[in-house]
T-cell receptor, first 115, second 113 residues
Framework: DAGVIQSPRHEVTEMGQEVTLRCKPI?????LFWYRQTMMRGLELLIY????????DSGMPEDRFSAKMPNASFSTLKIQPSEPRDSAVYFC?????????????FGDGTRLSIL | AQSVAQPEDQVNVAEGNPLTVKCTYS??????LFWYVQYPNRGLQFLLK??????LVKGSYGFEAEFNKSQTSFHLKKPSALVSDSALYFC???????????FGAGTTVTVRA
């Protein structure tokens, strides 16, 4: 059974460039979450979707960040323009109905480095 | 607001010895509690959860956790640690009906041979 799939696994780019991170959730899962992990701030929830609709984006740090979920099997997190402080590991996670009782299943993340 | 505290940044144990990773929580109402493990360059993997029922919860890889309501704790335990248990462990809590999972800062476990 395939887990959450993220791409790319690593991304190195220069400041000011657009970055797009991709996520394929587990089939049948209704909830999708984007997290950012840094040494300083730990795990931060950026945004979450339910049935492809963004429900809470209060964790998105700035207008430079945007996320979409055009269908049940695909989501993107975009940073434009990117800055060095955006360097982090970005995780996507998905969960099934009864989200409060169900664990979230994480992808292996995208390690983003902005030079 | 809900929160989780993992008071130890690091735990070091010898292989074969018991392992305990501490977690305390704060939440309105009855908590839903989770433990995750993260290996280098990997995502978080679910270990176990407490929703209701028996205070002792058994999970993957021989781990278990004990829910203690009076102490608001949910400590992770393993009777006999393995070198392969060396990883970063996260405790997490959410309130019933809430989507948001609040994570602790994580505890790095090192098991020496």
């Amino acid at each position: 059974d395939a887990g959450v799939i993220q791409s790319p696994r690593h991304e190195v780019t220069e400041m000011g460039q657009e970055v797009t991170l991709r996520c394929k959730p587990i089939s049948g899962h209704d909830y999708l979450f984007w997290y950012r992990q840094t040494m300083m701030r730990g795990l931060e929830l950026l945004i979450y979707f339910n049935n492809n609709v963004p429900i809470d984006d209060s964790g998105m740090p700035e207008d430079r960040f945007s996320a979409k979920m055009p269908n049940a099997s695909f989501s993107t997190l975009k940073i434009q323009p990117s800055e060095p402080r955006d360097s982090a590991v970005y995780f996507c996670a998905s969960s099934s109905q009864g989200v409060d009782r169900q664990p979230q299943h994480f992808g292996d993340g995208t390690r983003l480095s902005i030079l | 607001a809900q929160s989780v505290a993992q008071p130890e940044d690091q735990v070091n144990v010898a292989e074969g010895n018991p392992l305990t990773v501490k977690c305390t929580y704060s939440v309105s109402g009855n908590p839903y509690l989770f433990w995750y493990v993260q290996y280098p360059n990997r995502g978080l993997q679910f270990l176990l959860k407490y929703i209701t029922g028996d205070n002792l919860v058994k999970g993957s890889y021989g781990f278990e956790a004990e829910f203690n309501k009076s102490q608001t704790s949910f400590h992770l335990k393993k009777p006999s640690a393995l070198v392969s248990d060396s990883a970063l462990y996260f405790c997490a809590v959410r309130a019933p009906g809430d989507y948001k999972l609040s994570f602790g800062a994580g505890t790095t476990v090192t098991v020496r041979a």
